[in-house]
């Protein structure tokens, strides 16, 4: 039977991250994709509103359909928005059949922003990283975990917020270095060892997606049986491929390009 693995997560309408991104990855990693949809994601300068969130019902229904009729090995969860959805998707979790979570855990976006509220992260802390095989932070997302008011900024630091995280109960953490300003290297921590995966900075802005696709390409892996380490591996290949071969549409930062590992082989 095809691997089967569920996404979590928002929508976002250029394509370029969110479910889009998700499902994207699944299928260039070759598993079978579903989504749950939290909210879509479609900022623009014609309509009033641009981000759309789904009530907790909505996703329930969703995620339930796909445990129904698919079944599911491994589940990445995105950006969730809501203190309210994080503690009913962690309840849900707790009785998922799927042996491998990865959760993402979306709340500053690549500029600093933050994605999400302060009383959410509290519950994304308290209720939903207990439940996970892996957490994918970014060195934004990480700082704001540990309440730090600077920016990690080396390895050395990088492996001290690791251990930090470690202790919220996951059974890996690996951070992402992609905003160090002398190495692109990411540091994964399984309570005693420290696995490092470095890759030649891409010079480029062109990098929409590529947070998603990594957490969504280890989830793919593990739901096929890698290890955690052999999954980060080939999950860091793929996010590489596709930024050195980003897709610029010429409005802005572009996308990764999912396709670019099949296509430069």
Same mark, same amino acid.
């Given at each position: 039977? *095809?691997?089967? =693995?569920?996404?979590? &997560?928002?929508?976002? %309408?250029?394509?370029?991250?969110?479910?889009?991104?998700?499902?994207?990855? @699944?299928?260039?990693?070759?598993?079978?994709?579903?989504?749950?949809?939290?909210?879509? =994601?479609?900022?623009?300068?014609?309509?009033?509103?641009?981000? @759309?969130?789904?009530? *907790?019902?909505?996703?329930?229904?969703?995620? /339930?359909?796909?445990?129904?009729?698919?079944?599911?090995?491994?589940? $990445?969860?995105?950006?969730?928005?809501? !203190?309210?959805?994080?503690? /009913?998707? &962690?309840?849900?979790?707790?009785?998922?059949?799927? !042996?491998?979570?990865?959760?993402?855990?979306?709340?500053?976006? #690549?500029?600093?922003?933050?994605?999400?509220?302060?009383?959410?992260?509290? =519950?994304?802390?308290?209720?939903?990283? +207990?439940? %996970?095989?892996?957490?994918? +932070?970014?060195?934004?997302?990480?700082?704001?975990?540990?309440?730090?008011?600077?920016?990690?900024?080396?390895?050395?630091?990088?492996?001290?917020?690791? !251990?930090?995280? @470690?202790?919220?109960?996951?059974?890996?953490?690996?951070?992402?270095?992609?905003?160090? !300003?002398?190495?692109? =290297?990411?540091?994964?921590?399984?309570?005693?060892?420290?696995?490092?995966? /470095? $890759? +030649?900075?891409?010079?480029?802005?062109?990098?929409?997606? %590529?947070?998603?696709?990594?957490?969504?390409?280890?989830?793919?892996?593990? %739901? #096929?049986? #890698?290890?955690? /380490?052999?999954?980060?591996?080939?999950? *860091?290949?793929?996010?590489?491929?596709?930024?050195?071969?980003?897709?610029?549409?010429?409005?802005?930062?572009?996308?990764?390009?999912? &396709? &670019?590992?099949?296509?430069?082989?």
């Amino acid at each position: 039977m *095809k691997a089967r =693995v569920l996404s979590i &997560a928002g929508s976002a %309408a250029q394509g370029s991250a969110g479910i889009q991104a998700d499902l994207k990855t @699944f299928q260039e990693c070759d598993v079978y994709g579903m989504a749950a949809i939290t909210a879509i =994601v479609a900022n623009n300068s014609k309509t009033e509103q641009g981000i @759309f969130i789904h009530d *907790k019902e909505i996703v329930r229904a969703q995620y /339930e359909a796909a445990l129904e009729h698919v079944g599911v090995d491994a589940i $990445k969860t995105g950006m969730l928005f809501s !203190k309210e959805l994080i503690e /009913e998707i &962690a309840t849900w979790l707790q009785d998922c059949p799927a !042996k491998q979570i990865v959760v993402d855990p979306v709340m500053i976006g #690549k500029m600093g922003s933050q994605l999400l509220a302060d009383d959410a992260i509290a =519950v994304l802390k308290e209720n939903l990283i +207990p439940l %996970a095989t892996i957490i994918t +932070p970014n060195l934004y997302e990480a700082g704001k975990l540990l309440n730090r008011e600077t920016l990690i900024g080396n390895v050395e630091e990088m492996e001290e917020a690791a !251990k930090a995280l @470690f202790q919220l109960g996951s059974n890996y953490v690996l951070i992402k270095g992609g905003a160090l !300003k002398d190495r692109a =290297v990411d540091v994964l921590y399984d309570g005693e060892t420290f696995t490092y995966y /470095e $890759k +030649p900075r891409v010079n480029t802005i062109h990098t929409s997606g %590529a947070g998603c696709s990594y957490a969504s390409a280890i989830a793919a892996e593990l %739901a #096929k049986g #890698k290890t955690i /380490e052999k999954a980060v591996g080939l999950a *860091k290949d793929f996010v590489h491929a596709a930024i050195s071969h980003a897709l610029s549409f010429g409005r802005g930062v572009g996308s990764t390009n999912h &396709a &670019a590992r099949r296509n430069n082989e």
